[in-house]
């Protein structure tokens, strides 16, 4: 016990050293430059000097954590509210261009920084709150015992890591409410399980469609309720949509390396499409990751003269990693030697510490939010779909996530012709001619607009590129009946050399880019033919979807 403590501390500490080197190197570069202290010295005896007058609302667009009447409407609170803002402020504005640091550096001091003011809002006191304390005087304190609850069932619920219920636990549940849409299982591997989904029209289009999702996460976000599942819509419009369903790894998988998503996943996921069917044309379309699978995997069949997959579309794909966004702040290399470390250990990520990093990204949606509702409120968490979905979390394998840092993160080798090879096979984009439909997020935090737009421009063959309103989920799955959010599509001639300039050419529409996409889709096989059964083909139905591979949880509900 007393090993595994000292362990765990040690693990804790080196994970706070990039912050640490991050702020140093900021700070030293300061101390070298007197003149911008001074400066910033005097801006803040400015904004300090301005909180004496009251402003009312400081955030034009109005800040969730402070909705509450009582955060402009009472001085203390109004106070305490306004010099958080300015004092937030004015350091995110001293960090932001430091002269002399370098580029990951800045990024990282700018993206703990945010950290720290979020994690420093008042909101997130109980003492400094007002709706915290009005609950807890109108209910005698039973709503902090609540919360004290709450934060004692998820450390547990964690072992021992914070893990927030994001959505009320009791609401949703696999093959009942979520992952709904009719199919079977009809090809099963060590990696995957390959799902057929039951044609709900006459009349299908005569070339299939292979969806491969991200293994980072369970495939179901596709698939989610009824009304906003995009597999069932597709289904509704006549596809015939094949659907890879990963496995959740564990310590059996520490062998498996990233080609073997290639060699072991889509490839043996596309020759079963095709013996299902008997068709020699596919098209496939890839989210997330599983998008830079896709990628990869038509450079490879490129490189192989296999042409069955004649289109493809890209949801929020990263190619080009020389822009990751926030998520390059954990990239390194004594970051990623620490985390390879790490993971030999068990022979996987634990999905909670995946998770854990990807609400970092946002925190003060995806972790003080919770923290207020569930802690100090004492409430439960809303019903989510989404966040359901993403409080269900994967494994990954030791060494296919280290070689994805590593080797596409770190050292961007994707898009460098012949810089990566997958089972003796060099991969070049440039050498991929397929249509593509390439899709983005204008909000995404995990795969910028900026860096997808950037990786559609490495293919040889046409490429619509689209972008949607809002974030790396919610700008996804976001059907044409929820008349939500914007997303643009590309004017006449070619794309242009950068993201903002095809975006000042770019055509807006309202709505969901699905109907969009379904114009590209259709228009690629015009042809029809009657429906498809699952297990009508050359294979057999193994299990009703969702199938078991989607099963196991990681987090018990």
């Known amino acids: 016990m007393v090993g595994s403590t000292c362990t765990e501390e040690r693990t804790m500490d080196a994970s706070l050293e990039p912050m640490r080197r991050a702020f140093l190197e900021v700070l030293l570069r300061l101390a070298m430059d007197p003149q911008r202290m001074l400066a910033a010295g005097a801006g803040l005896w400015e904004?300090?000097?301005?909180?004496?007058?009251?402003?009312?609302?400081?955030?034009?667009?109005?800040?969730?954590?402070?909705?509450?009447?009582?955060?402009?409407?009472?001085?203390?609170?109004?106070?305490?509210?306004?010099?958080?803002?300015?004092?937030?402020?004015?350091?995110?504005?001293?960090?932001?261009?430091v002269p002399g640091v370098d580029p990951h550096t800045a990024h990282q001091a700018r993206f703990y920084t945010r950290q720290l003011t979020e994690a420093l809002a008042p909101s997130n006191f109980p003492a400094l709150?007002?709706?915290?304390?009005?609950?807890?005087?109108?209910?005698?304190?039973?709503?902090?015992?609540?919360?004290?609850?709450?934060?004692?069932?998820?450390?547990?619920?964690?072992?021992?890591?914070?893990?927030?219920?994001?959505?009320?636990?009791?609401?949703?549940?696999?093959?009942?409410?979520?992952?709904?849409?009719?199919?079977?299982?009809?090809?099963?591997?060590?990696?995957?399980?390959?799902?057929?989904?039951?044609?709900?029209?006459?009349?299908?289009?005569?070339?299939?469609?292979?969806?491969?999702?991200?293994?980072?996460?369970?495939?179901?976000?596709?698939?989610?309720?009824?009304?906003?599942?995009?597999?069932?819509?597709?289904?509704?419009?006549?596809?015939?949509?094949?659907?890879?369903?990963?496995?959740?790894?564990?310590?059996?998988?520490?062998?498996?390396?990233?080609?073997?998503?290639?060699?072991?996943?889509?490839?043996?996921?596309?020759?079963?499409?095709?013996?299902?069917?008997?068709?020699?044309?596919?098209?496939?379309?890839?989210?997330?990751?599983?998008?830079?699978?896709?990628?990869?995997?038509?450079?490879?069949?490129?490189?192989?003269?296999?042409?069955?997959?004649?289109?493809?579309?890209?949801?929020?794909?990263?190619?080009?990693?020389?822009?990751?966004?926030?998520?390059?702040?954990?990239?390194?290399?004594?970051?990623?030697?620490?985390?390879?470390?790490?993971?030999?250990?068990?022979?996987?990520?634990?999905?909670?510490?995946?998770?854990?990093?990807?609400?970092?990204l946002r925190a003060k949606d995806l972790v003080w939010s919770f923290v207020v509702n569930n802690y100090l409120l004492g409430r439960e968490p809303a019903p989510s779909d989404f966040l359901a979905w993403s409080s269900d979390p994967t494994r990954l394998p030791a060494r296919a996530h280290a070689t994805y840092l590593r080797e596409l993160y770190l050292h961007n080798r994707l898009v460098q012709p012949g810089a990566l090879s997958f089972g003796g096979v060099p991969l070049d984009l440039g050498q991929v001619r397929v249509p593509l439909y390439v899709q983005a997020c204008r909000e995404d935090h995990i795969a910028p607009f900026r860096s997808v737009y950037r990786g559609a421009r490495h293919y040889a063959g046409p490429v619509r590129f689209v972008l949607a309103g809002s974030g790396h989920v919610a700008g996804v799955i976001n059907p044409p009946a929820a008349n939500k959010y914007r997303h643009w599509v590309p004017g006449s001639g070619p794309l242009a050399p950068d993201a903002d300039a095809w975006l000042t050419g770019a055509e807006e529409r309202p709505g969901s880019w699905w109907t969009d996409w379904e114009a590209w889709q259709s228009a690629r096989s015009t042809e029809r033919v009657p429906a498809r059964i699952p297990g009508d083909g050359a294979l057999r139905c193994v299990e009703p979807a969702p199938g078991r591979y989607v099963l196991p949880r990681l987090l018990p509900e």
């Open 47 to 97: 904004r300090s000097a301005r909180l004496g007058v009251p402003r009312g609302p400081s955030r034009p667009d109005g800040d969730r954590r402070f909705r509450d009447p009582a955060w402009q409407e009472q001085p203390f609170f109004d106070f305490m509210r306004r010099a958080y803002l300015s004092g937030a402020d004015w350091l995110h504005d001293l960090v932001a261009e």
């Open 129 to 360: 709150n007002p709706e915290v304390l009005r609950a807890a005087r109108q209910s005698g304190g039973r709503s902090l015992l609540a919360g004290m609850e709450a934060l004692l069932t998820d450390l547990a619920r964690g072992q021992g890591r914070l893990a927030p219920r994001m959505s009320e636990p009791r609401t949703f549940r696999l093959g009942e409410n979520l992952a709904t849409t009719p199919g079977d299982v009809i090809h099963e591997e060590r990696l995957f399980q390959l799902l057929q989904y039951r044609p709900t029209t006459p009349t299908v289009h005569r070339r299939p469609l292979l969806v491969v999702p991200p293994w980072i996460n369970k495939f179901y976000i596709l698939d989610l309720r009824p009304e906003n599942s995009f597999v069932r819509w597709a289904v509704e419009r006549g596809h015939t949509v094949f659907l890879v369903s990963w496995v959740n790894p564990d310590e059996s998988h520490a062998d498996v390396e990233l080609e073997d998503y290639l060699l072991h996943g889509l490839l043996p996921a596309l020759d079963a499409v095709t013996r299902a069917t008997g068709e020699q044309e596919v098209s496939a379309l890839g989210y997330c990751i599983g998008g830079t699978l896709l990628a990869a995997g038509l450079a490879w069949l490129s490189a192989q003269g296999d042409t069955r997959v004649s289109s493809a579309t890209l949801l929020t794909t990263q190619v080009d990693f020389s822009e990751p966004g926030d998520l390059g702040a954990f990239i390194d290399a004594p970051q990623l030697e620490r985390l390879e470390a790490h993971m030999r250990q068990r022979g996987y990520l634990d999905g909670l510490e995946m998770m854990t990093t990807f609400n970092l």
